[in-house]
Each structure stands twice: as C-alpha cells, then as structure tokens.
C-alpha cells in the first residue's frame, strides 16, 4: 500500500486539514477594512499624513464616501462623516468606540493617562469624571463663581479705554478666557505666575502636536518618550509650578481648618485645586486607588493632569467661537443688528446684561449654535476602539483610530440649507437640532461617554462674553474695510483658530457706567 494512503497517515493529515479548511472559512469569512487610498507595504498612508485635518480628511471623504480606512505605520484610521455612523459610533455601540486616543506626547504630558480627557476608559476614568462633572464643572458652580463675571467685566472696562481706537479682538478674548480658567483653578491671580504658566502651556501645545514616529509605530513608544528631552523638560516645569501651588493650597487648608470665612468676614470661595485636594492622596500612601468607602483617592499626578484638561479643555475651546462669532457678525451686518437690538429690548440701556437675561436672549443663543455650527472648536472627535467591531459592514480592529468629522457633518448640504451661509435663524425653526448629544449632524460637544463635561460651563462664558461685548458696544471694521473683506481663513491647529486676529473698532453704547 502507497505511504500516502495508509490508514495512520490519514489520521495525522486529517487534523491538519480541518484547521486549514478552518483557517480557509475564517479569512474569507473575514470582513474587509472599508475603502480608503492605497498604501505603501510598511508606512502605509503615512505620505499623505499632512491631510490628517478636518479640510484635508474633506476631500479624501468626497473621493472615498461617508467611512473610509487609512493605515499609518500600524495604525488604523477610520474617518466618518455622515450622523448615521456617527450615531451608531457615539450612541449604539459606544461602549464599543469610547477610548480616547494618545500619541507619545500626550500620554508622556498627562503623566501617563492621569488625567480624564487621555483616560483609558474604564473604572478610573469613570471615577475623574464623576470628580470632575461634580465638583469643577457644573453651571451652577460656574455662575457662582466670581471669575467669568468679573474677568468679564474687566475685559469691558478695558475696553471703554480703548472706545473708537482699534482693537485686537482676538487677543483680547483669549486672554480673558486664559484668566477665567486660571483663577477657576488656581484662584489667586498674579500676572507673573500667569506668564510661566502661559508658557509651560504654549511649550505643551506645541509637543501635543509634534509629529513622533512611534505614534505610528507604538512599540517604539515609553523608551521614546523617556529619551525626548524637550518632553521632560516641558513635565518637570509644570511638576515645579503645580506643585508649589498645591503646597499653598496644604498650608493654606491647615491655616483656615476652622475658619469658612476671610479676615474680612467674606465667604472662602474654593478654587480647583481646593476641590481636587478633598480627594487628596500622598504618593506614599499604599491603600491603593480607594479608601475604605470606596471613594476614589487622587495622587498629585492626577491633580496636575486634571487641572492641564481644564487649561486645554477651556482656554482656546471658548475663546475660539467668540472671536469667530464677532467676525461672522463683523461680516453680516443684519445680524449683527439683530443680536444688538434683542439686547436692548431683553437688557435696555441702562445697565449690564446679568445672568438671568441670558435665557431670554434666543437669537444671541442662536448666533453661538451658528458659529460651533460652522467653527467647531474641535472639528475633529478623536476616538479609539476597544475591541474588534463591525461598522457599516466593515471590519473595525480594536485600537483603531476613529476620527468624527464633526466640522465637515455640520457643513453638509444634504442636512442643511445653504450650509456655507451664516444665518442663526435657522437654529429658531421648529425642531432645529440642538448640541446636548443627540443630534448626531450638529456635534460641537460630541455625544455619549467621551461628550464635552466642560459644556455648561464653556457655553456660559462664551454667551456672557458675547453678550457683554455686544450690549456695551457698537462695532465697526477699521480703517473703511468692507464687511466682505473680513479674512475668514483658518490656521492649522487642534481647536481650528482663526488665521488672521480679528480687529475691530468698539463705541460704547450704554446709558450708564459699568
Ligand atoms: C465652547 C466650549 C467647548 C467646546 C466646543 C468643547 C468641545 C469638546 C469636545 C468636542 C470634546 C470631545 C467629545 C468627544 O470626544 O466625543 C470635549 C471633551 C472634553 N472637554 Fe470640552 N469643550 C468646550 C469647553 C470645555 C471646558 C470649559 C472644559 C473644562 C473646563 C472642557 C473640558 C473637556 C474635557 C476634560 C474633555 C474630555 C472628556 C473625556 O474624555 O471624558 N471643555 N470638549
């Protein structure tokens, strides 16, 4: 009898055959990546990776539809521009798409994920954000606090010294914003300390955003990082600001044990750091991450990193869609009157707008949806995958990247009328979308796990700061520029800022002094 067909040989190719006619129905089983450019064997796209923004992802989306794969190095990318997967994505299986991505920048910078923003999802960081939602971030705390009114208020003081001579409005918003999230989180104000803590900041932007070869290849990423010294410099100058602050912050908690109120019978107002320092645990305690009521403990790595979300989450995120609805208004002069003439029916002449105005204030609400409508401060949302899923009928690996384009879903023509148009009108129509999450083709706040925690309190200083600068003042362009001269052009960079400052000419227009 020939070898071949002897009966042992059987029994040993018998195995051998099922798993390959297994691994034959696996792989063609196996969905395929959704459609995309074609790469080059190792890099992959990485040759187009200038046309990771929402602009250069807009034109990739027209030649290759609403899903489409890029590879970099041995990254996935899957970029979505239509409500329908968003929804899918954001909503039905978020628990599925709710990591967050972090290059080696990030995860160095936010002491490896400390933070809530790069938090992998999971207990921890359901934990910070409990924390965070809570204690820094509500409306109600926002309106108590004394910083955006009286930064508000000294942006417009500032301003009447300026009435009839050109201003940078730019400037001018983002430092207010730059002063409400400092004094939010640290409380005292002192310029100098602002300076050094402006510059660590601007030093991390700039690392955020730094491309690293091992964000493509992340087997190459710690060591990496470890070796960059620009990226430990940059941490141990924010370890050296922070902590100094956070010693304040211990002395001053043992000082005031006993006491609620000042020297002068005024109510201690408790900043950030007041409110994280509660959850405080020193490095060596070794109790772990819980104490004995399950309440969770945080380290002074998770404090730094926290308070760096909020200097992130709220500085350039608030002041953007200010100085974008002020050009809008600049460049439409009907609206511009519009808002105006609202304020002075709602607010009259005679005193500044107060908080309570606000919510009668519906077309001023409306010119703030059109411009995160059009402007979205984070044009693009950043997630990751957990585990191997399935969209639209392709394969989706765990840790792939997704990217919403949420700027490019607000433009569509299919949903919206004239989409390049700025007409907040649109926003009073019955059944207008709204942000708060489930509006899948208006997302400047994204939607589901991940969405914005900062909302309430980014809308209220955008809305104050808007209303102020509206209700004080008449605005005119310099110099004779006409309405339709107004640079509308965007620069490079993570929350879409403007390319040009904006400047304008203010008068004041109330009846009585500030
Ligand atoms: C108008 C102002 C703001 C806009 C348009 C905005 C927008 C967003 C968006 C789109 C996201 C990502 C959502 C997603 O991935 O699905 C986000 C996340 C976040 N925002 Fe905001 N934001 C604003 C203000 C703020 C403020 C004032 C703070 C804090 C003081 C803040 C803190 C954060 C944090 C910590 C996250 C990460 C949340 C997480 O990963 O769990 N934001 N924001």
Known sequence: MDSLQSPTTLLYLLPLLVAFMIFLLHSRRKLPYPPGPRGYPIIG?????????HRGLASLAKRYGGIFHLQMGTVHFMVVSTPELAQEILQEQDSAFCNRPANVAMTYLSYNRADMAFANY?????????????????????ESWASVREEVDSMIRALMEKTASQVNIGELVFALTRNITYRAAFGSFSHEGQD??????????????????????????????????????????????????????????????????????????????????????????????????????????????????????????????????????????????????????????????????????????CVVKETLRLHPPVPLLRHETLKDSVLSGYRIPAKSRILINAWLIGRDPYLWHEPEMFDPSRFLKDGAPDFKGSNFEFLPFGSGRRSCPGMQLGLYAVEMS?????????????????????????????????????????????????
């Open 45 to 53: 796209n990485m040759g187009i990776m200038d046309q990771l923004t």
């Open 122 to 142: 999971g207990p921890v960081w359901r934990q910070l954000r409990k924390i965070c939602v809570m204690k820094l971030f509500s409306r109600k705390r926002a």
């Open 196 to 365: 050094e803590f402006i510059k660590i900041m601007q030093e991390f932007s700039i690392l955020f955003g730094a491309f690293d070869i091992a964000d493509f290849f992340p087997w190459l990423g710690w060591i990496h990082a470890q070796e960059n010294k620009r990226l430990v410099r940059a941490r141990q100058s924010l370890d050296r600001f922070i902590d100094t602050i956070i010693d304040e912050h211990m002395e001053k908690k043992k000082r005031d044990k006993h006491h609620s109120k000042d020297e002068n019978g005024v109510e201690i107002e408790e900043d950030m750091v007041d409110e994280l320092m509660a959850f405080y645990r020193p490095e060596d305690d070794k109790n772990g991450f819980y104490d004995s009521q399950s309440t969770i403990k945080l380290t002074r790595d998770n404090i730094k990193a926290i308070i760096m979300d909020v200097m992130f989450g709220g500085t350039e995120t608030v002041a953007s869609p200010i100085e974008w609805a002020m050009a809008e208004l600049m460049r439409n002069p009907e609206g511009l009157n519009k808002v105006q003439q609202e304020l002075t029916e709602v607010v009259g002449l005679n005193r500044v707008v107060h908080e309570s105005d606000l919510e009668n204030l519906s077309y001023l609400k």
């Open 466 to 514: 808007l209303a102020h600068l509206l209700h004080c003042f008449k605005w005119e362009l310099p110099n004779g520029m006409k309405a339709s001269e107004v640079d509308m052009s965007e620069a490079f960079g993570l929350t879409a800022p403007r390319a040009e400052r904006l400047v304008a000419v203010p008068t004041y227009r109330l009846n009585c002094p500030l």
